[in-house]
């Protein structure tokens, strides 16, 4: 059974770097085509994709945010791990990571809601 | 970016009701488009990939088509547990991106 569970803080403060990580069972990030990406969804309830890492560590960003995300993944722990940095009241949002089988998401955590206070 | 639009917004139906929704792509994707079901408070659950294989263990009455730039999403039949919003999302090309969405609600 595949799960993923998603950890960091509910509250943080404007210019800040939020960490949040995935943890995740019933699969392993280095079987090839496996991926995990990151998406996040507004108060208005626009999903929005952030990151993905990929079983051989290659990664892909969207190109408006890439030069404030990290990812990195420990596979000996099936976990990875989002950093996003000098957080906006805009990146308040419902964080969801994702299993991604080839370009297929299929599988989402539950999501962890980060409020950004100004 | 391949931007992607669903209509309508939000749709009233009844128990039973059929059910159709859209989703346009701003430039050709082949067939690499899903369908998702979220309901409040939940994480998205896939429906259908490649714009019409059904994911297993999900409800036949749940069916997609499409090609190109134009996807359909249907419920032949709408049960209580459909209420819910439906966002398409195309895998063709990075960034990967969402439909805004179509909340299905109760007439």
């Known amino acids: 059974q595949v799960t993923l569970r998603e950890s960091g803080p509910a509250l943080v403060k404007s210019t800040q770097t939020l960490t949040l990580t995935c943890t995740f069972s019933?699969?392993?990030?280095?079987?090839?085509?496996?991926?995990v990406a990151w998406i996040r969804q507004t108060p208005g309830k626009a999903l929005e994709w952030l990151v993905r890492i990929d079983w051989d560590d290659n990664k892909e960003y969207n190109s408006f945010l890439r030069s404030r995300l990290t990812i990195s993944k420990d596979t000996s722990k099936n976990l990875v791990v989002l950093s996003l940095a000098n957080v906006d009241p805009l990146d308040t949002a419902t964080y969801f990571c994702?299993?991604?089988?080839?370009?297929?998401?299929?599988?989402w955590g539950q999501g962890t809601l980060v409020t950004v206070s100004s | 970016a391949v931007q992607l639009t669903q209509s309508p917004s939000s749709l009233s139906a009844s128990i039973g009701d059929r059910v159709t929704m859209t989703c346009r792509a701003s430039?050709?994707?082949?067939?690499?488009l899903a369908w998702y079901q979220q309901r409040p408070g939940e994480a998205p659950t896939l429906l259908i990939y490649d714009a019409s294989t059904l994911e297993s263990g999900v409800a036949s009455r749940f069916s997609g088509s499409g090609s190109g730039t134009t996807f359909t999403l249907t419920i032949s039949s709408l049960q209580p547990d459909d209420f819910a919003t439906y966002y398409c999302?195309?895998?063709?090309?990075?960034?990967?991106?969402f439909g805004p969405g179509t909340k299905v609600d109760l007439k």
């Open positions: 994702a299993r991604i089988q080839g370009m297929l998401t299929d599988y």
């Open positions: 430039q050709a994707i082949h067939t690499a």
């Open positions: 999302h195309q895998c063709s090309g990075y960034p990967l991106t």
């Open positions: 019933g699969f392993s990030l280095d079987t090839s085509g496996m991926s």
